[in-house]
């Protein structure tokens, strides 16, 4: 304890980290007070169905993602999730189409006119979300008195237009912490929801604990928070896991002969494909029952009710199974092995017992192939844990912090953030708040 004061005290002597972190809170709290501002036009007092559909189902998902934003019908609604899917898009096209693998090749002004696209891309998402949005509150709360104003175009365009504004206002937010705050701005904003939504789902999982008529509630409570670190430390090596594989080469001088004690690392990685897969099989779930939840105050058919439950059997069959392909997917289309055999054959370097060229490359993809499945299905596992821990009688709120997309984001950005904080201490020669063995050489898990 002693220690961890101490070391508060020098993040505080640093003026320039005093000030980033300053910085860090102040947008964070705009960011918060936002979340409850409501849309003009609406009673925030009458709004009790839209919370009742966001307690629940895939739009749970959504409404934590936001912070809550999303059930209180505020300017921020719709979150940072646009942007999210537009990086995930134009990452796609970066490595499909030519212009965008051109464009990552011109370096700095390469990477601005990416930006640049992403965003105009986010706008656009937004100008689809935010009308579906409008609709499925009207589709909600439209006869409960909720609209104080006429709900005509008029005031779907202008709630249309804030909404677009409010996300976009969001991603500066992110970006400014990026720029002047302790970086990675977006995945911190998108913790800051996750985070938002804990204290509450403790505290409803803890009052159940104590009103339960069976008894030994809180035995049950304090076994849930031991299986929650638990989980917490397996996505902490989860996170620590997309280090590099170690997969040697050596590399040759004039004559053939080896450089003396020299080795290299293939950058193969046990997950490299990271959260991305989550994320896609979350949005290919969340779209056809979102939409039909939208135009559809039953929330559609039975169909679309299973599988906009994400704590139903068939769901988490079907989701697990978009997790592992789309692992393989995304991990094809981002490590070539024929590219990196071609890369070390240039450079002069060799895997020991293994041909140049083609051997090379397919013992790369072997390579890839077995610490695919593995990291595929542990990946999925960590996914569909929320359920499993639903299934045994955890409350639903408390139950969507044992793993998924939420707890990887949440571990991650931690270890990022303070990851940052240690380079600033280390730069000016204090200790730390993490030991250097602890951080160096793990990788954490970006929102995008």
Partial sequence: MKKIVETLKNIWRIEDLRQRLLITLLFVAVYRFGSFVVLPGIDPARLDQLSQQTSEGLMSLLNMFSGGAFSHASIF????????????????????????????????????????ITRYLTVAILLFQAPTYMINLKAQVGGSGAFTVDDGFGFMLTSTIILAAGSMFILWLGERITDKGVGNGVSLIIMIGIIARFPSAVMEEFTTALTSAEGGGLIKFLIE??????????????????????????????????????????????FA??????????????????????????????????????????????????????????????????QMAEDM??????????????????????????????????????????????????KQAFAMFFGGTSLLILVGVVIDTLQQIESYMLVRHYDGLLSAGHTRGGAGVSAY
């Fill in 77 to 116: 609604a719709l979150g940072i999730m646009p942007y999210i899917s537009a990086s995930i898009v134009v990452q796609l096209l970066a490595v499909a189409v030519p212009y965008f693998q051109k464009m990552q090749r011109e370096g700095e002004s390469g990477r601005r006119k990416i930006n640049q």
């Fill in 225 to 270: 928070i031991v299986a929650l670190l638990f989980v917490m430390m397996l996505s902490i090596l989860l996170v620590k896991a997309t280090r590099k594989v170690p997969v040697q080469y050596a590399k040759r001088i004039e004559g053939g002969r080896q450089v003396g004690g020299a080795r290299q690392y293939i950058p193969l990685k046990l």
């Fill in 273 to 338: 494909a990271n959260v991305m897969p989550i994320i896609f099989a979350q949005a290919i779930m969340f779209i056809p029952a979102s939409v039909m939840q939208a135009f559809s105050k039953d929330g559609g058919g039975t169909i679309v009710k299973v599988l906009s439950d994400q704590f139903s059997l068939p769901y988490c069959i079907v989701y697990a199974l978009l997790i592992i392909a789309f692992t393989y997917f995304y991990t094809a289309i981002t490590m070539n092995p024929v």
């Fill in 345 to 394: 054959k240039r450079n002069s370097g060799f895997i020991p017992g293994v041909k140049p060229g083609k051997p090379t490359a397919d013992y790369i993809d072997t390579v890839m192939s077995r610490i695919t499945l593995p990291g595929s299905l542990f990946i999925a596992l960590i996914a569909i844990l929320p359920a499993l821990a639903y299934a045994l009688g955890v």
